[in-house]
């Protein structure tokens, strides 16, 4: 297995990765762009961007997909504190928000004084969707993809709100899929190629009994109805500096935002990935299962690339953390009626041949970054 010999990810990751002749991955190498960019000339684009879109016609002036994390505080943030806009915030929501994240999100529209839309697909759809995207690509969480890049955008269309305004761009963050020079907007490629792996609402269907009016809020809108609106998808990291150990000190300073009550087993960090318990829990687990590398090798990247961590440093928390299999499980197999065992069997099928082998006592096992350097 090859490792970054800057960061910690691994050539085989869930984030397309290339590397250079020095042995450092293209995620690192997109980052490394942010430290030469003129950010105030950024931020007069945004604003001429931004004056094209505002009062337009419709009751808002752009749209802002939340789910209450630091992210979508610092969005809001921007959008309103900083250039003066009235946008609409709309949140897909689960059953999976820790209770400080259930806070920050419901204090978004008296701390920004913008409306808010949140919808709540019924429990039985999302049990049902867990338990079956789960068993066809190893990923519960599939829903929650769909409804954030689906929801919000059916919801511009509905109320003629022709701008959104995305945070960052999650694959060109983590491996550098694209440069910032490129200024990258959401599509529907994206959405359905990478967000959801290929499946739409159909693939669902008689899914453990879901119908089709149980996934009504999973359809995209037609290119008609987005040629209609003229719905356009920024990332405002292409236009704003995007750090964030920096989003979240401004975000828990100005607006009171609540960090973790609830201890991460599977990272260290306490204010990433709020919203959803299985994100850096058992969803998270399976990435390992998969690929070999979890959640606090994400985090971990992120913060070497800031300078505020070393490899050396990096790896011990990829060595404390990523192989991890979370008590969160149990509260999982509890909701869709699963056992251990039965998810461990499906989870095994999903695993990489190129990273996991099984030594004389069929035991799983792989090449870690520490046996690697």
Not at 146 to 164: D, M, N, S, W
Not at 203 to 220: I, N, P, R, V
Not at 316 to 342: A, F, P
């Amino acid at each position: 297995m090859r490792y970054c010999t800057k960061c910690v990810y691994p050539a085989i990751a869930a984030t397309p990765l290339t590397f250079d002749e020095n042995g450092v991955c293209s995620g690192c190498r997109v980052a490394d762009q942010r430290m030469k960019i003129n950010w105030e000339e950024r931020g007069e684009y945004l604003r001429e961007l931004f004056d094209e879109y505002r009062s337009t016609g419709s009751n808002y002036d752009c749209l802002i997909p939340v789910s209450g994390g630091k992210d979508s505080y610092f969005q809001a943030h921007i959008v309103t504190k900083v250039y003066g806009l009235k946008p609409l915030l709309v949140t897909y929501y689960h059953d999976n928000f820790i209770p400080a994240a259930e806070r920050n999100l419901f204090k978004m529209r008296e701390v920004f004084d913008c409306d808010h839309i949140i919808f709540r697909p019924s429990k039985r759809v999302l049990s049902a969707m867990n338990r079956a995207t789960f068993k066809m690509m190893g990923d519960m969480n599939w829903h929650y993809h769909t409804g954030i890049f689906t929801y919000p955008v059916q919801i511009a269309a509905q109320h003629k709100i022709p701008l959104i305004v995305w945070g960052e761009h999650g694959f060109m963050d983590l491996g550098g899929m694209y440069s910032y020079k490129d200024f990258i907007e959401m599509t529907a490629k994206f959405r359905l190629e990478h967000a959801q792996r290929g499946y739409d609402w159909h693939h669902m269907l008689g899914k453990e009994g879901l119908t089709e009016k149980d996934l009504l809020w999973a359809k995209y809108p037609t290119d008609e109805e987005l040629e209609d609106v003229g719905i356009r998808g920024i990332y405002l990291s292409n236009y704003v500096n995007w750090e964030a150990n920096n989003h979240t000190k401004l975000v828990i300073e100005k607006y009171g935002w609540e960090t973790s009550d609830v201890v991460f087993e599977r990272t260290y960090r306490n204010f990433s990935n709020l919203d959803d318990i299985y994100e850096n829990g058992i969803k998270d687990y399976l990435k390992y299962v998969k690929f070999g590398y979890g959640r606090a090798t994400d985090h971990a990247c992120k913060d070497i690339r800031a300078g505020v961590m070393t490899r050396d440093e990096g790896i011990e928390m990829v060595r404390k953390y990523d192989h991890v299999k979370s008590s969160d499980l149990y509260k999982w197999l509890d909701y869709v009626g699963m056992t251990e065992e039965e998810f461990d069997q499906i989870a095994d099928t999903f695993r990489d041949g190129r990273v996991w082998n099984k030594d004389e006592n069929n035991n799983w096992y792989k090449q870690n970054i520490w046996d690697a350097n």
